[in-house]
């Protein structure tokens, strides 16, 4: 009950913000965080929900971005009809390398992952006939659904908000789902999850190219919003920023990397004046919260509230077990 | 097909790949002792070339003793990682180490480009525009250098993971650390020990091939990639898949470079993994847990 009221207050607050905003330049950075925590939620279905840490997520964006991008200012396709195509794009290349990539688990899953991830950068940066190559493609034409263009960033705004949650909404029912309840038996223990009958490797590659599609679709967004696109979209940085967004919001919730990407896009515009700085103190963070608060920025709430239940369901000073008393 | 061109490309495919036999090598090493993947490992071949660079060039001592002294300082540095880091995290999730080496890696790198600036800097070294000629290939000095040096570092490596005390305890732990610890061995100087052997290796190659390129802040995350690539190729933990790969990685690239596309060589390295990975999951010379 409390937590639907409390999603209906978020959704709303969500709605009202941009006119809360009152300038252009924040309504900017209230866009770039709905595009970040629609990034983020992508890639927290592997991070998060199938326990794997893939080093290439950037690389789909990329591919979303590049695939619009080309299909709207090469061949002159609504940028409406790029957007699933982007999606459909991604996802061919996350069948692919998650194809490859799944056969291993763990660091070496993560190693190939950024190995498969250099791959398409090199590439972009090099077929130049294609991609312009570190030139970029500039003069994107906007996001437009039938006579509604999405020109200004409260217009985007609200189209990556709808996104959002419909990918909010969609994790939501994954995890309630038999598929959603697979992916975390798969995550906790996948041998046991094989002796239970789920195809491991199908569920994982499921996970996976979801995961891709969505990034695409996001990738797309951003070059019809940015207007132009790089290689650097897929750079080592922007891998960097999409795990650090997850990790500080919290992985395998939904509130969390949404919750991160805010983090994230308000420090970097707060640390502007720090340079070069900026990234040692998100790396720095990133290193903190793995080791101090690996539940992210989410658990603190959960946190609070346990020790919150435990002070008034019980009485004081006996409900909690002492520290010293403990397995160490 | 030219003979002369194609035992050129080869040479110097041999020349690159064994630098990246030298980042491998420490990368397997720790991960076959202390179940480590370290991201940061390219950002200690980054230091290596960085300190060569500064002591070398800036206070004027001579390039082979401030190649040494980068190599000795970089191993230091990782014993402090190590202490700091990788030690008190060792029984967590090895998502939590790995996600700590990234951060690692990203605050080192950001770091240095904080102290040491964005632009290019060039390692002197008095071998660099020397020419040796061997029968019809030309090779500068300082590539010759790189091979040799590689080579009586890896061998020195192989004879002390054989041959000494030490050697045997870091073998013993890479085996079963439990077990090891039982008979005696003192776990945490065997962890702190082979991360700053491995870390000193890594500055050897950056020093070495150093003087050959420009050197950047963020040339770390090309050397932790290669090295990956490197290790994955020939096994997590094999020392002498690390060898095997390393040289066949640097001569496809060489050869891919030249006769196919010099702006795709890397992705024809990389698109090398997917190939045996696709063949042998594990890699070529993987078998059960231990440092070989």
């Known amino acids: 009950m409390g937590h639907t009221v409390g999603m209906a207050g978020g959704v709303a607050a969500l709605c009202v913000l941009p006119f809360l905003a009152g300038n252009a330049y924040l309504e900017h950075l209230l866009a770039l965080w709905m595009l970040y925590a629609l990034l983020a939620l992508s890639l927290n279905i592997v991070i998060g929900y199938l326990g794997e840490l893939t080093f290439g997520h950037a690389a789909f964006v990329g591919v979303g971005a590049y695939t619009s991008a080309l299909l709207s200012t090469q061949l002159g396709l609504p940028p409406l009809l790029g957007l699933p195509l982007a999606a459909v794009a991604a996802a061919l290349f996350g069948l692919v390398i998650g194809y490859a990539a799944l056969r291993v688990v763990g660091p070496q899953f993560t ?46 705004y609200f189209l990556i908000l709808a996104l959002v949650l419909a990918v909010g909404f969609l994790c939501h029912a994954l995890v309630n789902s038999r598929t959603g309840r697979a992916f975390l038996a798969v995550r906790e223990n996948a041998p046991l999850a094989a002796s239970l009958g789920i195809n491991v490797f199908h569920t994982k590659l499921l996970g996976f190219v979801v995961a891709t599609a969505i990034a695409g679709l996001g990738g797309a967004i951003y070059a019809h919003y940015i207007k132009v696109i790089t290689p650097d979209i897929m750079g080592v940085q922007n891998v960097a920023a999409l795990i650090i967004v997850v990790i500080i919001g919290g992985r395998g919730t939904i509130v969390g990397p949404i919750l991160g990407a805010l983090v994230y896009i308000g420090l970097l515009e707060a640390l502007r004046v720090a340079g070069p700085l900026r990234m040692v103190i998100f790396a720095a963070l990133l290193t903190g919260t793995v080791v101090f608060l690996p539940g992210g920025l989410v658990s603190l709430w959960q946190r609070w509230r346990t020790t919150h239940k435990a002070d008034n369901n019980l009485p004081a000073g006996n409900g909690v077990p002492s520290a010293e008393g403990g397995a160490e | ?243 095997f790969a390393g040289l066949l990685l640097g001569v496809i690239e060489s050869l891919g470079g030249g006769y196919i596309s010099l702006g795709f060589m890397e992705a024809i390295g990389y698109a090398m993994i997917i190939v045996v990975l696709l063949w042998r999951p594990n890699g070529l010379f993987s078998t059960a847990r231990g440092l070989r």
């Open chain 1, 111 to 156: 190693i190939l992952t950024l190995g498969f991830g250099s791959i398409l950068y090199t590439i972009t940066n090099n077929w130049v006939d294609l991609t312009r190559g570190p030139m970029g493609i500039s003069d994107i034409p906007p996001m437009a659904i039938g006579p509604m263009t999405f020109t200004s960033a409260r217009e985007t």
């Open chain 2, 1 to 243: 097909m030219d003979v002369t061109v194609f035992a050129q490309q080869i040479a110097n495919g041999l020349v690159n790949g064994m630098a990246y036999v030298l980042i491998a090598t420490g990368l397997t090493l720790v991960f076959g002792v202390l179940r480590i993947v370290n991201f940061a490992h390219g950002e200690f071949y980054m230091l290596g070339a960085y300190i060569t660079y500064f002591v070398g060039t800036l206070l004027g001592i001579d390039y082979l003793a401030a190649a040494a002294i980068a190599a000795v300082v970089v191993a230091a540095l990782g014993i402090a990682a190590n202490k700091l880091i990788f030690w008190p995290l060792r029984r967590d999730h090895e998502f939590t180490i790995l996600l700590s080496s990234l951060g690692l890696a990203l605050l080192i790198s950001n770091g240095g480009e904080l102290l040491f600036g964005a632009d290019p800097k060039y390692v002197d070294s008095p071998f660099a525009d020397e020419v040796l000629d061997i029968g019809a290939i030309t090779l500068t000095q300082q590539r010759v250098l790189v091979f040799a040096a590689a080579v009586v570092a890896l061998i020195g490596v192989y004879l002390f993971l054989r041959y000494s005390r030490f050697g045997k305890m870091m073998r013993a732990t890479a085996q079963n650390p439990d077990g090891a610890a039982l008979t005696g061995i003192n776990i945490k100087l065997v962890h702190g020990y082979t991360f700053a052997l491995a870390c000193g290796l890594a500055a050897l190659a950056g020093a070495l091939v150093g003087p050959t390129v420009m050197i950047f802040p963020t040339i770390g995350n090309w050397a932790v990639l290669k090295g990956f690539i490197v290790v994955i190729m020939g096994g997590l933990g094999s020392v002498t898949g690390a060898l």
